[in-house]
């Protein structure tokens, strides 16, 4: 049974910076891909960053530069560094992992940006 358990969303100033953190069962950190998905009131949920199990990265446009994922292989942990917070950032942050067709997802926490 996979399961990710995301932490570390708060309320922060435009500009400021939060770290979430994914807890994840067992290796799973290591054997596949780790996401970062947000949702925000009355919009579908969307993605936003992606570390593979090589440690290669990829960001959607809208946080390039401004947001970092990582991992910590031996916490089983996935992070998201996101600094320059913009008041559209708020959203509901999930973690999510494919393992062997199936898609898990946390139960998310919130982000919310605002002066």
């Known amino acids: 049974q996979v399961q990710l358990m995301e932490s570390g969303g708060g309320l922060v100033q435009p500009g400021g910076s939060l770290r979430l953190s994914c807890a994840t069962s067992?290796?799973?950190?290591?054997?596949?891909?780790m996401n970062w998905y947000h949702q925000a009131p009355g919009k579908e949920r969307e993605w936003v960053a992606v570390i593979d199990n090589s440690g290669s990265t990829n960001y959607a446009d809208s946080v390039k530069g401004r947001f970092t994922i990582s991992r910590d292989n031996a916490n089983n942990t996935v992070y998201l560094q996101m600094n320059k917070l913009k008041p559209e950032d708020t959203a509901v942050y999930y973690c999510?992992?494919?393992?062997?067709?199936?898609?898990?997802w946390g139960q998310g926490t919130q982000v919310t940006v605002s002066s």
């Open positions: 067992g290796f799973i950190v290591r054997i596949t891909g």
């Open positions: 999510s992992c494919s393992v062997r067709g199936t898609r898990y």
